[in-house]
């Protein structure tokens, strides 16, 4: 049995503690925003975070995430940074196919909670390990640059 | 008579390089620091690597400002304390890079073991808090616990402490 906290709710789970915490979201809570992309944290879609921390979620066991707050994309709009994120992905339509879109906004709210005027090395090096199989990057560079010019 | 005289220039010639000839008592040692499990993590690079192959990093990791990734790639973004996901993801405590200032990637055995001992370089260490960090630390543990079908140093670890400690013993010699 494990208690995590997800989005501010707590939560206990009956799963072995190498259940990956990937499948506890989308199976056990039924929370389907956070996707399943590689399954071997090559390709960033299925990032949430831990204590505002971007994690990949399919190599995280449940084991290891103790106390440590669970964020989902289901809940990154009440975050101040993450609102503007996804408004700015809407107005820019940065998504194609959609399917990695969950984890680029976790990744870029969280580069932008942390450096909220990152170059575009910053954005390279934060973002590189979200990959988008339609080629969106340089839509999501551009969020980025229009969010971090507007002022998060 | 040429070959001789040939021979003797040549043993002449050789002996600079025979005197900065690197301890007998550090090779093993060497050996032990220059395998993938140690190196790959004590690069000179902005990434880590992977595989015995020593290949960049996948998912372009960056070392980042603290050598723990940078902010939406922290090495925690996937490697806990523990190896996980039946091994296929290596882990273990405060798993990062080392710091550029240890970088053994491309060093002569006499250079390594100098920068080594060198306490402007390796993090104010003395020879005797060298033994104890490859003794007990579990970072430098893991790689001979490094899960999956990942190789381990030469050396096992009781071994590798064996040869560490002669070495720190007779004052650290490089050459």
Excluded at chain 1, 1 to 29: A, C, F
Excluded at chain 1, 119 to 125: G, H, V
Excluded at chain 2, 17 to 38: K, W
Excluded at chain 2, 70 to 78: E, G, N, Q, W
Aim: aromatic share 6%.
């Amino acid at each position: 049995m494990y208690t995590l906290q997800v989005n501010g709710i707590s939560h206990t789970v009956d799963v072995p503690g190498d259940k990956p915490l990937l499948w506890v979201l989308r199976e056990n809570l039924k929370l389907t925003g956070s996707k399943y992309g590689c399954g071997q944290a090559l390709c960033g879609a299925c990032t949430v975070h831990l204590d505002g921390h971007p994690v990949r979620a399919c190599v995280t066991p449940i084991s290891a995430v103790g106390e440590q707050a669970v964020r989902t994309i289901e809940d990154i709009a009440y975050d101040a940074v993450g609102a503007k994120v996804q408004e700015t992905w809407q107005n820019l339509n940065v998504p194609q196919c959609g399917y990695c879109q969950s984890g680029q906004i976790m990744a870029a709210t969280a580069l932008l909670t942390d450096n909220p005027t990152p170059t575009d090395r910053d954005i390279d090096e934060a973002m590189s390990g979200n990959i988008c199989r339609c080629g969106t990057y340089p839509r999501i560079r551009r969020a980025i640059h229009k969010l971090a010019n507007g002022g998060v | 008579m040429k070959p001789i005289f040939a021979s003797l220039l040549l043993a002449f010639l050789a002996l600079p390089q025979l005197a900065l000839a690197q301890s007998a008592l550090f090779q093993p040692i060497y050996e032990v620091l220059t395998h993938p499990r140690c190196l790959n993590c004590h690069t000179k690079t902005e990434f880590p690597r992977q595989g015995d192959e020593r290949r960049r990093h996948d998912q372009l990791v960056m070392r980042g400002e603290d050598n723990h990734g940078v902010p939406t790639l922290h090495c925690s973004a996937c490697h806990q304390d523990h190896n996980v996901a039946d091994g296929a993801v290596p882990g273990a405590p405060h798993w990062g890079l080392a710091p550029l200032s240890m970088a053994w990637e491309e060093l002569s055995p006499v250079e390594l073991c100098q920068n080594l001992k060198n306490t402007s370089l390796n993090g104010n260490r003395s020879l005797d808090d060298l033994l104890h960090h490859m003794d007990e630390d579990a970072l430098v543990l893991w790689g001979w616990e490094p899960g999956g079908d990942r190789t381990t140093p030469p050396l096992d670890h009781p071994e590798f402490i064996s040869v560490l400690t002669a070495w720190v013993n007779a004052g650290g010699p490089c050459q």
